[in-house]
């Protein structure tokens, strides 16, 4: 909280120098303002705020006296289901994993999205550039409709499929072996595509009152159908892969400036590039394999945190998974509390990001950012 | 007698548009289809193309099923359809609506009246067709009294309006009962329901589909009534916060989601509490459907919901002979099956 606020203050302090500063606005951004340590608090600060209003928000009101209540009887040790009330288990059961998972996915995604357009030194890139997001489609289509009834089968699957699509990419670049980074994204096109149909023939041979709706259903982000098992799953790979971008940061600054410069400050680009790329792809297989695909997350969120943090990558990584829990969490907020029908989160983080993205490519036209 | 009066009525009202737009020619007749399109069909019916499951449906309980040249491709896996034609699975099939028609076959099979759907490319198909001089017309089958409508349409293309008659009346016959029986409840002691749609546990039918018509011909007020448009997606705590007393999952769900019936929070809901939630029967073809199955889909609900108000009636028996009338075959001769309890 004293973090919060103190960020929440400098912040206005930014704001009232920007006001009174009209013609110098475009020179001006909070990183040349050497802030970045106040702003990454601020931004946790709003997280941790969001956080707090998210799990107090949805169809069912539930008090913060009931919410309490239940972190006391979790830490007195009680007999945990037999004690909780029925809004507590809705609390409990539905709206706390969902929330915690908003946040994984919010943070995956974009820092997955913020390697990715570092390591191909293409601000277009996101994170299923490489058929991951198409593969682990295609393996949980493929789980729904075998005869074999698991819904572990299906994340099993898409994981795996998820995977299989990254390794095809990075196989056929290696053969190729020229021009590292352009064949690299050649061959995700042509995973991607590959994928691509093998979904399409599976929905053409699926009954269309039966199993097609099943598939739509799943392959539309979403997340509704997350439990405590989703978020013990998706919490140790994702936050292995934070920390392990977190580590390498640094490296990330000195691989986007291309092999020929990586080598001459001594070190080994490939070595680094199947890291980061094995890395990501395990943290988007994960998310998709639990929520299905959830666009935009991975490509705008690092555009606005190179906005706001720069480009460099020890403060910019930070900022995005900040900035990709905020936007994620709100995003699912909207979509589950606004009416009573759920608006699918995909629809929310394409109609707030593509205008947000525009608004990005204008204020930054001739900045030799893009 | 009054029922006798109000059937005939419902009949007239249904028919007496489709007689009077029917102008006779030598050997064709024209009809006026559910797009509001004039077509001019042969009297003589022989060969005819379904393209999409409600449209199968209407056309075996008409009797039509021997005059089928074309079938749509799921429609050839239905043990339904098996039942009544084993031959079915040797027909051509032509595509799907969700997958698309092809074109070129439904022509190369010569067909004199061709059967689709009024979303997606129908319309577009029909005009194309128009074009071969393939006589087309459009259905759609989403309430009890559209189905009425699309079979008293198709019955009037294929030559047979007076099955459409039997059908309709059978079907009449089975919802008046239940309309009977119902009455007895008052307002209040009505149960609230949630119907789970074939896309997951959470995906639910709104006020504007035959299954919230079905909910409420059978006394159940469906929780998401006010809801409109197709299928809605809604969140957990929504479902929570509905606590329907019975829950009815479509034929077509996968078993999957009985796991999330297990969620402890999911488990506080009054039909997991008191064990009513149901699969929607059969085996053969789903009674959630718009088809005139539909109307023994709300026998059966009902009689799962207010047992006690059908106890003197042998439902079993009731959907036999409803089966045997529409198909020749009762539902038992045909391997039918409702397993429908969930827990």
Redesign the interface.
Known sequence: MFFFVKGLINQLQVLVYILGNNKKLKAISIYQLNRKKTFIYFLTGTLVLLFFISIVT???KISISEILSIFKIVFSGDNF?ESLT?NQ??F????LPRCIMAVIVGMGLSVSGAVYQALFRNPLVSPDILGVAAGCTFGAALG?ILPV???SL?HILAFVFGIIAVSMSMGIAKLIAVKPVIVLVLAGMVVLSFFNALLMIL??FS????E???I???IMG?L?RV?WHDVYTALPVTGCGLVLFMLLRFRLNILSLGDIQAKSLGMNPSIFRITLIAASSFIVAMTVATCGQICWIGLIIPHMARTIAGPEHENMIPVTALLGAIFMLTADMA??SIT???I?VGIITALTGAPIFGFLLYKNRGSGWL | MIKLFATTTTLLLILLPLIFNMQASAGQSTIVDMANRKVTISNKVQRIITSFKPATLCLFALGLEKKIVGIDTSSKRDKLHRAIMPEVINLPGVGSKSSGLNFETMVSLKPDLVILYAQKDGIALADKLKIMNIPSIIILPESFESVKTTLGVIAMAAGVPERAELVEKTMDSVLELVKKRIQMLSIDTRKTGYFASPRGLFSTATGNMLQDDIFTRSGIINVAHDLKGYFQDISPEQFIKWNPDIIILSQHISSRVFKRLENPAIKTVNAIKSKTAYRFPCNLAPWDFPSPLSAIGVLWLASKTYPELFEDININRKIDDFHKTLFGKTFTQMNGKTDEQIF
């Open positions: 949805g169809r069912v289901s029925s288990l809705v409990w059961w539905i709206r729904l009834e698991s819904f299906v929905k053409y009954d269309p009152y039966d097609l709706p099943n739509v259903f799943w979403s509704t439990t979509a589950r009573s029908a759920e699918p």
